[in-house]
T-cell receptor, first 112, second 116 residues
């Protein structure tokens, strides 16, 4: 079974700082990779996803993620965060016909 | 497209009663639906996977007699928490998949259950 590890529990950044959230997974086969965001009081929203092709994936709101197969990683990045990016970020992995498995999440707090 | 709704959005009930939560795919047919549970400040934990017309597959440690799942149609799945207790208080989230190659899951807004 697959598992997902998110390294950072809580990240605090100032506005305009660059962001990188780590995500590593374990699974022996082909995987689909996702980053979801959950704003305070709201439901999960898909930020971006990787199925195949270009390992650098661009998502909504200026986010991107890079799939590095050799490192089993799918880190999320944003060059310049805004206060409105304050949220919980979840990395998720889907292998084969198995359901999505989520990491524990990283809380991002952006301060003005 | 790909909108998933849940009803109710929140519910408070007394200990010992049963609560039913509905999950609907509004603009697509969901071959598979999933039920997750999220405790405060924690990640989503998969409870069960259901395919339309067949019995749900429960994750290890999830009591199937306590969390009854019915996926009666391609647009509706229900989760019934039977004889609810305070420890069942949580945020329950469903997701639905169209199936096929991509199998992307679309999430509902969640239902907050509080058992007194």
């Amino acid at each position: 079974a697959q598992s997902v590890s998110q390294h950072n529990h809580h990240v605090i950044l100032s506005e305009a700082a660059s962001l990188e959230l780590g995500c590593n997974y374990s699974y022996g086969g082909t995987v689909n990779l996702f980053w979801y965001v959950q704003y305070p009081g709201q439901h999960l929203q898909l930020l971006l996803k990787y199925f195949s092709g270009d390992p650098l994936v661009k998502g909504i709101k200026g986010f991107e993620a890079e799939f590095i197969k050799s490192k089993f990683s799918f880190n999320l990045r944003k060059p310049s965060v805004q206060w409105s990016d304050t949220a919980e970020y979840f990395c998720a992995v889907k292998g084969g016909n198995t359901p999505l498995v989520f990491g524990k999440g990283t809380r991002l707090s952006v301060i003005a | 497209g790909a909108v998933v709704s849940q009803h109710p959005s929140w519910v408070i009930c007394k200990s010992g009663t049963s609560v039913k939560i509905e999950c609907r795919s509004l603009d697509f047919q969901a071959t598979t639906m999933f039920w997750y549970r999220q405790f405060p400040k924690q990640s989503l934990m998969l409870m069960a996977t259901s395919n339309e017309g067949s019995k749900a597959t429960y994750e290890q440690g999830v009591e199937k007699d306590k969390f009854l799942i019915n996926h009666a149609s391609l647009t509706l799945s229900t989760l019934t928490v039977t004889s609810a207790h305070p420890e069942d208080s949580s945020f329950y989230i469903c997701s639905a998949s169209k199936g096929g190659v991509y199998n992307e899951q679309f999430f509902g807004p969640g239902t907050r259950l509080t058992v007194l």
